[in-house]
């Protein structure tokens, strides 16, 4: 597995994203273990969750608990980056709720903290921006997480750009990550991601394979990312997320999956590599 950075820690170029594997519609927990097996069997070294990603009210961090779970029994658990996040709520009625206030988060770290198992988190993400409470007190909190040694690195999601330069002030600098929805079908986080760029954070693309499932339909605008892949021989998710890597070397795509089958055939994007014309093709598209 190809390597890429978040902040000085060396991860997987491809990562995983868990939420699927907790919310409606999930897998039996099995399957859902299998699932994270396979992606330390293929190299990934960074899993994304979320103290939310839950769908009953009364199973907070149900997604953390699993991951744990997975991480112990497994004999390269210990080499992965888990990626976690506090700011949203699930009522448990599949909605999406928000506190971004100071006590809440400094709350979800430390629950964050027992379900994982661990001293500190390795990544620790504000998940939302709360319209109720100012954006400065709330990373200001995560600040103060890294500061107490809670946390070993500070990102933000779902952040704009004056929001991305504000958090990087606020952190002193030590901002390493930017998690936003960017997909195919879904590019209005161009200007955060090159700012990353610019500026050497990571950009993490959530729910990257938006617009994937219509690749294959005629005269659609995703047909190229089917036509390349059968070209590679692989599939449009895999040419997807090569794509992504051929954008910006800040770029580590976390891909969500619920299927062993789904998760190997995200990780081979890593070793993809798209020619010049591919990828000036799929920027077009």
């Not at 170029?13 to 919310?23: T, W």
């Not at 070294?45 to 991951?67: F, K, M, Q, S, W």
């Not at 988190?121 to 997480?145: K, N, T």
Request: proline share 6%.
């Amino acid at each position: 597995m190809h390597t890429r950075r978040i902040g000085e820690v060396e991860v997987s170029a491809i990562g995983l994203g868990a939420m699927p594997m907790s919310i409606e519609g999930r897998p039996d927990e099995a399957r859902s273990l299998a699932t994270l097996r396979a992606a330390l069997d293929a190299g990934v070294t960074l899993i994304d969750t979320a103290d939310a990603y839950h769908r009953d009210a009364d199973e907070v961090g149900h997604n953390e608990t699993l991951i744990a779970k997975a991480l112990a029994a497994h004999d390269r658990g210990g080499d992965v980056l888990v990626a976690t996040k506090g700011g949203h709520l699930r009522p448990g009625d599949g909605s999406w709720t928000l506190d971004g206030s100071p006590g809440h988060l400094r709350r979800a770290c430390e629950e964050s903290l027992r379900r994982l198992g661990v001293e500190a988190i390795g990544l620790y993400q504000f998940h939302r921006p709360d319209p109720r409470v100012p954006y400065a007190e709330s990373v200001g909190a995560v600040r103060e997480l890294l500061d107490e040694g809670k946390i070993r690195m500070a990102g933000v999601s779902n952040a704009d750009p004056e929001q991305i330069r504000q958090a990087d002030e606020i952190l002193g600098g030590r901002l390493v990550s930017v998690q936003n929805q960017f997909s195919p079908a879904f590019r209005s986080s161009e200007p955060e991601l090159e700012l990353c760029d610019a500026l050497g954070i990571a950009f993490l693309p959530w729910s990257p394979f938006g617009g994937i499932s219509r690749a294959a339909g005629l005269g659609s605008a995703y047909a190229p990312f089917a036509r390349i892949a059968e070209t590679h021989g692989v599939s449009p998710h895999r040419v997807c997320l090569a794509w992504m890597l051929a954008r910006s070397p800040v770029v580590v795509p976390i891909p969500g999956a619920s299927r062993p089958e789904s998760v190997r055939d995200s990780a081979g994007a890593a070793d993809l590599v798209l020619t010049a014309d591919e990828v000036a093709e799929l920027d077009a598209a």
